[in-house]
């Protein structure tokens, strides 16, 4: 075989292996795309007129109207904590205008990593009542703030869940974070790999966040 020859060959043998590994790509992001739509699956139909925005690092976000009002389903995954399992915390939440002055937000166990959240850029820390549950934390901001407290006492059995994270209240509307799933144990120690179930997260879920943040708007007013 002269140079040419096998110049020739290595140049195809390289080209096939390049063709290999963007095959290889599309399927690996076909399969992902094909796992994340299934997981908002459920979450879609919760809603009127419901509209996918795909995000490229992360689940789609899920959006449409709910009771009359606009609403929206976000799903986060947070592995931003290498000791901790990877997290997938659903975000709902109901746009409604409220007549109050500034945001609430009362959390469990912050630990500054939040990143889905405003918590650490509210300008303002009040003090728990004691008989809340523990490591709640509650920031806020503007002069309608600690008269929210009020409204989040009502609903503190969210917090007592293991899965309840955070309720935040602003003049746009409320939001509930939720502890959807925690990711695969096996493949986050061994590998580092993020991986959750293929399960669809329940719409019921969902729908009663969804509930439950229309009450409280309905209490602030």
Same mark, same amino acid.
């Given at each position: 075989?002269? #140079?040419?020859? %096998?110049?020739?060959?290595?140049?195809?043998?390289?080209?096939?292996?390049? +063709?290999?590994?963007?095959?290889?790509?599309?399927?690996?992001?076909?399969? =992902?795309?094909?796992?994340?739509?299934?997981?908002? @699956?459920?979450?879609?139909?919760?809603?009127?007129? &419901?509209?996918?925005? *795909?995000?490229?690092?992360?689940?789609?976000?899920?959006?449409?109207?709910?009771?009359?009002?606009?609403?929206?389903?976000?799903?986060?995954?947070? %592995?931003?904590?290498?000791?901790?399992?990877?997290?997938?915390?659903?975000?709902?939440?109901?746009?409604? &205008?409220?007549?109050?002055?500034?945001?609430?937000?009362?959390?469990?166990? &912050?630990?500054?990593?939040?990143?889905? #959240?405003?918590?650490?850029?509210?300008?303002?820390?009040?003090?728990?009542?004691?008989?809340?549950?523990? *490591?709640?934390?509650?920031?806020?901001?503007?002069?309608?703030? &600690?008269?929210?407290?009020?409204?989040?006492?009502? *609903?503190?059995?969210? +917090? %007592?869940?293991?899965?309840?994270?955070?309720?935040?209240?602003? @003049?746009?509307?409320? =939001?509930?974070?939720?502890?959807?799933?925690?990711?695969?144990?096996? #493949?986050? +120690?061994?590998?580092?790999?993020?991986?959750?179930?293929?399960?669809?997260?329940?719409?019921?879920?969902?729908? +009663?966040?969804?509930?439950?943040?229309?009450?409280?708007?309905?209490?602030?007013?």
């Amino acid at each position: 075989m002269n #140079s040419f020859t %096998a110049v020739f060959a290595l140049g195809l043998a390289v080209c096939a292996g390049l +063709l290999a590994l963007v095959w290889s790509y599309r399927d690996a992001s076909r399969a =992902r795309l094909a796992l994340r739509l299934a997981k908002v @699956a459920e979450l879609e139909r919760v809603l009127e007129q &419901p509209r996918l925005e *795909h995000r490229a690092v992360d689940f789609p976000v899920v959006t449409g109207r709910w009771r009359g009002m606009d609403a929206r389903i976000e799903l986060h995954t947070d %592995a931003i904590v290498m000791r901790k399992l990877p997290a997938l915390w659903l975000l709902v939440t109901l746009k409604t &205008p409220l007549k109050i002055d500034g945001a609430i937000a009362v959390m469990k166990r &912050p630990l500054n990593t939040e990143y889905w #959240s405003p918590f650490d850029r509210l300008s303002d820390r009040l003090d728990r009542p004691g008989h809340w549950p523990e *490591h709640t934390n509650i920031r806020c901001q503007g002069a309608d703030g &600690p008269r929210l407290i009020s409204v989040l006492e009502k *609903h503190l059995d969210l +917090l %007592a869940d293991a899965k309840g994270k955070e309720i935040l209240i602003t @003049a746009k509307g409320v =939001r509930l974070a939720w502890l959807a799933e925690e990711g695969d144990r096996s #493949s986050y +120690l061994i590998g580092r790999q993020v991986a959750f179930s293929t399960e669809p997260v329940p719409g019921e879920l969902a729908e +009663l966040m969804l509930e439950r943040c229309r009450v409280m708007a309905i209490e602030v007013g």
